[in-house]
T-cell receptor, first 116, second 113 residues
Framework: NAGVTQTPKFQVLKTGQSMTLQCAQDMNHNSMYWYRQDPGMGLRLIYYSASEGTTDKGEVPNGYNVSRLNKREFSLRLESAAPSQTSVYFC???????????????FGEGSRLTVL | GENVEQHPSTLSVQEGDSAVIKCTYSDSASNYFPWYKQELGKRPQLIIDIRSNVGEKKDQRIAVTLNKTAKHFSLHITETQPEDSAVYFCAASNRGGSYIPTFGRGTSLIVHP
């Protein structure tokens, strides 16, 4: 039971390059999220997927796209990377039902992206 | 949308002292308030949470209090230890609605031995 797995852990890009961050969870969670973490800014939501087949914008979606490939996988794509997208990216998942564990987020280990 | 303010941004204490981190929220519909701990270079992990039908919850050395009228909640850590050094995030969400948590900006707690 690996929980939430993100790849890659580290990536260096040049301005204008594209890349996709992959995320998979094996906890049968229905909701998945992408956050970025910058010093002093906390965790800001980029996109989320409340359930398989749906995606919605979060607080900072500009410059990103997402795909909920199936219930397990949720990818984040940078089409044309910019230095402002240098950050640590976290994928997370959660159960979304009326049960007692609804609401807790389980995070991946993070992906550190540097855009030169 | 929800707005969560967290204070202080940095907190430095001596081992054995207590530490208190405070958060306020804006959306009266929020009813779930988790706290996450993030050690250096690691992922955030849930340490305690509280739902709006209770005012206080304790788990060993940590406790969380909630004042729904004033829209604020706090994390209390007693008898701090060096391993408590980390960044702590509060969050607020509506479990009957979108379930999307909004995070505070984090508090860096440093416990000096």
């Amino acid at each position: 039971n690996a929980g939430v797995t993100q790849t890659p852990k580290f990536q260096v890009l040049k301005t204008g390059q594209s890349m996709t961050l992959q995320c998979a969870q094996d906890m049968n969670h229905n909701s998945m999220y992408w956050y970025r973490q910058d010093p002093g800014m906390g965790l800001r939501l980029i996109y989320y997927s409340a359930s398989e087949g749906t995606t919605d914008k979060g607080e900072v979606p500009n410059g990103y796209n997402v795909s909920r490939l199936n219930k397990r996988e949720f990818s984040l794509r940078l089409e044309s990377a910019a230095p402002s997208q240098t950050s640590v990216y976290f994928c997370a998942s959660s159960i979304r039902d009326r049960g007692p564990n609804t609401g807790e987020l389980f995070f991946g280990e993070g992906s550190r992206l540097t855009v030169l | 949308g929800e707005n969560v303010e967290q204070h202080p941004s940095t907190l430095s204490v001596q081992e054995g002292d207590s530490a208190v981190i405070k958060c306020t929220y804006s959306d009266s519909a929020s009813n779930y308030f988790p706290w996450y701990k993030q050690e250096l270079g690691k992922r955030p992990q849930l340490i305690i949470d509280i739902r709006s039908n209770v005012g206080e919850k304790k788990d060993q050395r940590i406790a969380v209090t909630l004042n729904k009228t004033a829209k604020h909640f706090s994390l209390h850590i007693t008898e701090t230890q060096p391993e408590d050094s980390a960044v702590y995030f509060c969050a607020a969400s509506n479990r009957g609605g979108s379930y999307i948590p909004t995070f505070g900006r984090g508090t860096s707690l440093i416990v000096h031995p």
